[in-house]
């Protein structure tokens, strides 16, 4: 295992349309989380995942947004109902965290997911 | 949010020279990330700073943590083309251990 994997790489798509992106964490991370990037901006954090318990969904941008991981391994962001607004990268990096709350979060970050809404 | 300000924002020098990149906030974290990213490409972490007043040396990279735990510093010796990119901080939000606030980021481009 080389790192997180994002798949597609790149996505354009019809406003109005749904779309899913998919993320394979590092083997032995138990922790997933998702960002999103807009151009010259930092990532901007929308939610993560301890196994496979959505522990924390409040940022995620509006009810069009869902992610699931539903085995505790790899994770679907999907965006129902595109808008141009939702065009950015989507990043997704995992982490290996001990017990309860880490106060050393270290991710790595995959390659991401470039979405065009046209 | 704890608001993560880095500075300068651009940053354009010629191979050889050397730079520094700061990353500020009114906020104390309990550790601070440094990320390089290149175009069309996820960041990649670079280190991790924790105690107050840290030192970390990565090559030609020099990554210091404030005293206070309210900022961090990014020191490149003898810049190269190969170190263009844009370098972001990122920092623990408050207690929870799993939010990463990042700056904007320093784009910085090196040329021969």
């Known amino acids: 295992d080389t790192g997180v994997s994002q798949n597609p790489r790149h996505k354009i798509t019809k406003r109005g349309q749904n779309v899913t992106f998919r993320c394979d964490p590092i083997s032995e991370h138990n922790r997933l989380y998702w960002y999103r990037q807009t151009l010259g901006q930092g990532p901007e954090f929308l939610t993560y995942f301890q196994n496979e318990a959505q522990l924390e969904k409040s940022r995620l941008l509006s009810d069009r947004f869902s992610a699931e991981r539903p085995k505790g391994s790899f994770s679907t962001l999907e965006i129902q109902r595109t808008e141009q607004g939702d065009s950015a990268m989507y990043l997704c990096a995992s982490s290996l965290t001990f017990g309860g709350v880490s106060l050393n979060t270290e991710a790595f970050f995959g390659q991401g997911t470039r979405l065009t809404v046209v | 949010t704890q608001l993560l300000e880095q500075s300068p924002q651009f940053l354009s020098i010629q191979e050889g020279e050397n730079l520094t990149v700061y990353c500020n906030s009114s906020s104390v974290f309990s550790s601070l990330q440094w990320y390089r990213q290149e175009p069309g490409e996820g960041p990649v972490l670079l280190v991790t700073?924790?105690?107050?007043?840290e030192v970390k040396k990565l090559k030609r990279l020099t990554f210091q943590f404030g005293d206070a735990r309210k900022d961090s510093s990014l020191h490149i010796t003898a810049a190269q083309p190969g170190d263009t990119g844009l370098y972001l901080c990122?920092?623990?939000?408050?207690?929870?251990?799993?939010?990463?606030?990042f700056g904007k980021g320093t784009s910085l481009l090196v040329t021969p």
């Open positions: 990122a920092g623990a939000e408050g207690n929870s251990g799993y939010a990463l606030n």
């Open positions: 700073v924790v105690t107050g007043g």
